[in-house]
């Protein structure tokens, strides 16, 4: 409520699980340009694929994001013929674009994926109950829960310090909760704390990072903070991260909910479907100035 971010330890991954998809990540960015541009994320569609350096840009301030990734959306390890979650994804509806090489990388990242998703369900019920809501208050909500995970690679950062380009600009997240695992003691992560000054988020081995996003900053009128961060790769070595970016069902009306709304706190926000929403802020970051047909 106070700063929007926490760590969390005992979270339930299995290290393994954990191990897998971090070398399967280390080897897919090391390929050449060429090969990873091959699922180019402007021609796969709806953002998912590839991201190559300084594509994105999440503060326009600066000058671009010095990082690549990759990012997927909803996928049964086993699909199936007819999937709920993927048929309800309304405006950010599509399917992955997987690479051939590395040859486990499409298991690897989704069992990762489905792993993170259920902590992310935890988070729900918790924070439900942190509102005095019933612990189930959110389920009908998420039955097809937004859930996008990117695998990030930061190179070092070189240039000089005032040259408009850091590993990711300052920006809030998106949806509901962010759950980040970002390789151990290799620090990055910063945030614009209370008093405006940029604190690190040190990358504690055992831990997520999870903050909460702008979706659920919406829903709950401002009760729980999203928090203005960013990433800055100055340590001399590469450095990779995973976030998830978990919310609500894409066509869930946002709004403030009744119980976070009193004379003391009126409704700061307008309803937004949920999917509508998140589409518009990543046109805003990859797309600034263009308009989708």
């Known amino acids: 409520m106070n700063v929007g971010f926490f760590y969390i330890r005992n979270h339930g991954i299995p290290q393994e699980t954990i191990d897998k998809v971090v070398s399967a990540m280390k080897v897919f960015f090391s390929l050449p340009l060429e090969t990873k541009m091959k699922l180019y994320h402007r021609e796969v569609g709806n953002f998912r694929g590839y991201e190559p350096v300084l594509d994105s840009n999440a503060d326009p301030a600066n000058r671009g994001d010095l990082h690549e990734g990759f990012e997927i959306g909803w996928e049964e390890l086993v699909p199936k013929e007819n999937d709920e979650k993927r048929a309800n994804a309304g405006a950010m509806a599509g399917t992955n674009a997987w690479p051939s090489e590395p040859a486990e990388f499409r298991e690897s990242c ?18 439900a109950l ?7 208050y959110f389920d009908d909500k998420t039955r ?35 759950v980040l695992w970002q390789e151990p003691d290799i620090q990055a992560l910063q945030l614009l704390n209370s008093e405006k000054r940029w604190i690190e988020a040190p990358a504690i081995p055992g831990t997520l990072v999870v903050n909460i996003g702008d979706q659920l900053a919406r829903w709950t009128n401002d009760v729980f903070r999203s928090t203005v961060h960013r990433a800055i790769n100055r ?13 609500t069902d894409y066509l869930v009306q946002v709004e ?35 308009t989708f047909s």
Request: charge should be negative; proline fraction near 10%; aromatic fraction near 12%.
């Open 110 to 127: 989704l069992n990762y994926y489905h792993a993170a998703i259920g902590v992310g369900k935890v988070l729900f019920r918790l924070f």
């Open 130 to 136: 942190a509102l005095d809501l019933p612990e189930t």
């Open 144 to 178: 097809n829960s937004a859930a996008a995970m990117r695998f990030l690679h930061y190179p070092p950062q070189t240039g000089p310090e005032d040259d408009g380009i850091l590993g990711i600009g300052a920006h809030s997240d998106f949806e509901c909760f962010t």
């Open 235 to 247: 340590t001399g070595v590469h450095r990779h991260s995973i976030p998830l970016f978990f919310g």
């Open 256 to 290: 403030p909910m009744p119980s976070c709304v009193s004379p003391e706190r009126p409704p700061k926000y307008e309803p937004v479907a949920a999917g509508d929403y998140v589409r518009q802020r990543l046109q805003d970051v990859y797309y600034r100035n263009t």
